[in-house]
């Protein structure tokens, strides 16, 4: 299971290459920003991925894009994940921030194996990546 703290609020940072290697690539199609990092994080039990975006201004916006039961199987996150996708997808369509693509998007256990850094490497890593990008 994914061992992410429920008492307190528990924040891993990996950068987007990893995400995208664990993912099989699904989020494509980029519009108007640039993902900086995703972000795996616990409240109150849940499991809640998010993306900080940088949009076509320069500002900094915080996607929630998914959020689950830390007890949820690997096959159940991949069907929630997937279909969160797929509403986000619209949402942004309409406020102009940036697409994802779900065509070609194998969510599966994969997400057990996704490689995580400790918070701070991985804020230092996302200002460096916004700095190049």
Do not use: H
């Not at 108007?32 to 499991?47: H, N, P, Q, S, Y």
């Not at 900094?60 to 998914?66: I, T």
Request: aromatic share 10%; with cysteine; charged share 20%.
């Amino acid at each position: 299971m994914f061992r992410l703290g429920v008492q307190s609020r528990v924040v891993y940072w990996t950068t987007f290459s990893k995400v995208q290697q664990e993912f099989g690539g699904f989020l494509n199609g980029f519009k108007k920003c640039t993902i900086v990092m995703d972000r795996w994080t616990t409240v109150a039990g849940e499991l809640v991925l998010a993306w900080p975006v940088v949009t076509e201004d320069g500002q900094v916006r915080l996607l929630d894009l998914y959020s689950s039961p830390v007890t949820a199987t690997g096959e159940q996150l991949s069907q929630d994940i997937l279909e969160r996708i797929r509403q986000v997808e619209g949402m942004c369509a309409e406020k102009s921030l940036f697409g994802l693509t779900t065509d070609n998007a194998p969510v599966c256990a994969n997400a057990r194996r996704l490689v995580v850094e400790p918070y701070g490497k991985g804020l230092i890593a996302g200002r460096q990546f916004m700095r190049q990008g």
